[in-house]
């Protein structure tokens, strides 16, 4: 769900977010028009507001929710590090990387997920997670869905529980989508610029 | 914390034992600093970042460059806490736009940092970060990515230093401050 659609309709942080974020035309390659954050990261007041609004959320799905405290920040790499840290030091969770193969030093557990012409992995520390853990899921933008599919499936190999998944932006594929895999899908913005997206 | 072992601030050690060392990874013989092991920890990743939030607030830093992929973790919320721009400096062509590149070395040949033209501009003061300072090879690319703009590197900020590679040597000049030393 759109965070217009959820509470935040007018909110005029997110048209600064959405006015920060920089469209590149045909890369990686012709046709796609790639959303761009870098120019978001160097709008500090944008890239603060962003911040702030996923901390204002998670930091009240722990008042709200009876369980436990919101454990847990796991961010896709790379583009991920850049918003999963900020938001796991505000709220005091933890933040695990899942990152491309052969990163991380210690034991991993893998995920495969498709890309266009062939597949991926993605990777996590078997001991990052334990069963139970609530966990929040980042990436800056969601397309198909194939990562986030992915990193879900590794945190709940391990036990633990995908309150919601979070990104910056969301291609239409996933407007009208509130769900991915069963897990909440929240998202601040949709893409800025033309017709033909990624 | 910086440059010589002074009084050393109390949260250091607690950074310090989070940090873990993993054996023979990515090739035998090589001691792998772990800091996924910190990030883990809220109290001790929010003390690392706040020991170098409170370096620098007060230092007029306009950007923070992160070296990618570890560099991401850390220099962001430093450029949150203290207003500055945050620029990634990535391998090739990840980043989408125009970019300028340095070469640097490795072991074996040779790889390159990219950085965005127009992220950087003549003037603004830099701060560069990385989890890591081993030979400095990859922080020395940075600072030359940097002054090539125009911008003057303040410091270079890591978790880490592996002294006895003498990385601090090879940083043009510029000051280093680091929080845990692994000899």
């Avoid at chain 1, 929710?65 to 896709?76: F, S």
């Amino acid at each position: 769900m759109f965070a217009a659609e959820n509470g935040l309709k007018g909110d005029p942080r997110l048209e600064a977010i959405s006015a920060a974020i920089r469209v590149v035309p045909n890369f990686p390659k012709k046709g796609i028009m790639f959303q761009d954050i870098t120019t978001l990261l160097l709008d500090h007041k944008a890239f603060k507001h962003t911040i702030d609004i996923f901390v204002d959320r998670y930091k009240d799905m722990q008042i709200s929710v009876v369980a436990d405290d919101m454990q847990m920040i796991v961010g896709v790499e790379a583009r991920g590090f850049m918003f999963g840290p900020p938001i796991a030091l505000a709220i005091g969770a933890k933040f695990v990387p899942l990152r491309k193969p052969g990163k991380l030093p210690g034991k991993v557990i893998s995920e495969s997920y498709e890309l266009e012409y062939g597949h991926d992995r993605l990777e996590m520390h078997v001991d990052a997670v334990e069963p139970l853990e609530r966990v929040i899921i980042i990436d800056d933008l969601v397309a198909t869905g194939g990562t986030l599919s992915a990193a879900i499936s590794l945190m709940e190999s391990q036990g633990a529980e995908v309150v919601e998944c979070a990104c910056v932006i969301g291609l239409p594929e996933v407007k009208g989508q509130h769900k991915l895999k069963g897990k909440p899908l929240y998202v601040l913005v949709e893409p800025s610029g033309l017709d033909e997206f990624c | 914390m910086s440059g010589n072992k002074q009084e050393e601030d109390p949260r250091i050690n607690g950074i310090k034992t989070k940090i873990r060392v993993v054996p023979d990874f990515p090739k035998k013989g090589i001691m792998f600093q772990d800091i996924t092991t910190v990030l883990l920890d809220p109290k001790a990743f929010k003390d690392t970042i706040d020991l170098f939030v409170e370096r620098y607030r007060d230092k007029n830093i306009s950007v923070v460059a992160g070296i990618e992929a570890r560099g991401f973790l850390f220099g962001p919320p430093i450029a949150l806490a203290i207003g500055a721009k945050f620029v990634p400096l990535r391998k090739p062509k990840k980043l989408p736009g125009e970019t300028i590149f340095e070469e640097y070395e490795l072991e074996y040949g040779n790889d390159r940092l990219e950085m965005h033209v127009g992220a950087v501009e003549a003037g603004d003061r830099a701060l560069v970060v990385d989890d890591l300072i081993a030979t400095g090879g990859t922080l020395c690319a940075a600072i030359n990515l940097l002054e090539r703009v125009g911008a003057e590197v303040v410091e270079c900020a890591c978790v880490i230093e592996l002294p006895e590679l003498k990385g601090r040597q090879r940083l043009k000049g510029k000051p280093l401050c680091m929080l845990v030393e692994y000899r």
